[in-house]
Nanobody, 121 residues
């Protein structure tokens, strides 16, 4: 079992930055591929960013490339999502997720409770 707790969401204006954190506990954090997903109001959950077990490789959905950065520290059991140049369309509940295999689909084994990010225009 892996427990994930997100923090760092909030209400910001367009162009601002936020840094989301996800603290993991339970099984060996470094065994898990970590992902960030988001669910805008009235829409399906979508992949935002992912990072491999060692942190050596990352992937992003096209709409956030160049603006968002995912990173992790296995010693701290934490993964972050640095979000810069936020846009109103980034408004969503953001979820941290862990899986042994990873990928872009919403099939991760473990999920956090989510943190709300609201970007005003």
């Amino acid at each position: 079992q892996v427990r994930l707790v997100e923090s760092g969401g909030g209400l910001v204006q367009a162009g601002a930055s936020l840094r989301l954190s996800c603290a993991a506990s339970g099984r060996t954090f470094s065994n898990y591929y970590m992902g960030w997903f988001r669910q805008p109001p009235g829409k399906e959950r979508e992949f935002v960013a992912g990072i491999t077990w060692s942190g050596s490789s990352t992937s992003y959905t096209d709409s956030v490339k160049g603006r968002f950065t995912i990173s992790r520290d296995n010693a701290k059991n934490t993964v972050w999502l640095q979000m810069n140049s936020l846009k109103p369309e980034d408004t969503a509940v953001y979820y941290c997720a862990a899986d042994l295999s990873g990928g872009r689909g919403p099939y991760y084994t473990y999920w956090g409770q989510g943190t709300q990010v609201t970007v005003s225009s």
